[in-house]
């Protein structure tokens, strides 16, 4: 079993950057990949980053290119997403979580941290 918590969430002005946090405990997460996505009221749940343990090879939802960094710290078993030049449309409730090499499906998730982005 592995938990992901996350942290870092807040309410910011756009333009502002915020850096979230995701903690990774229990099982070692050395076989798997380990993403962000995000949830905004009334719309579906979306593919915001991922990172490979070993190579940390990074694959970004398209319109977040250039703006979101995803990084990962395995010594500390820590994921990152740094954002910049947040805009409104960025407000979502965003989750941590991994997936094991070679599945198509993430199979742990956090609980997710609200980021609000004012104008």
């Known amino acids: 079993q592995v938990q992901l918590v996350e942290s870092g969430g807040g309410v910011v002005q756009a333009g502002e950057s915020l850096r979230l946090s995701c903690a990774a405990s229990g099982r070692t997460l050395n076989n798997y990949a380990m993403g962000w996505w995000r949830q905004a009221p009334g719309k579906e749940r979306e593919f915001v980053a991922r990172?490979?343990?070993?190579?940390?090879?990074?694959l970004y939802a398209d319109s977040l290119k250039g703006r979101f960094i995803i990084s990962r710290d395995n010594a500390k078993n820590m994921v990152y997403l740094q954002m910049n030049g947040l805009k409104q449309q960025d407000t979502a409730v965003y989750y941590c979580?991994?997936?094991?090499?070679?599945?198509?499906?993430?199979?742990?998730w956090g609980q997710g941290t609200q980021v609000t982005v004012s104008s």
């Open positions: 990172i490979t343990r070993s190579t940390g090879v990074t």
């Open positions: 979580a991994a997936r094991l090499l070679g599945s198509t499906d993430y199979t742990y």
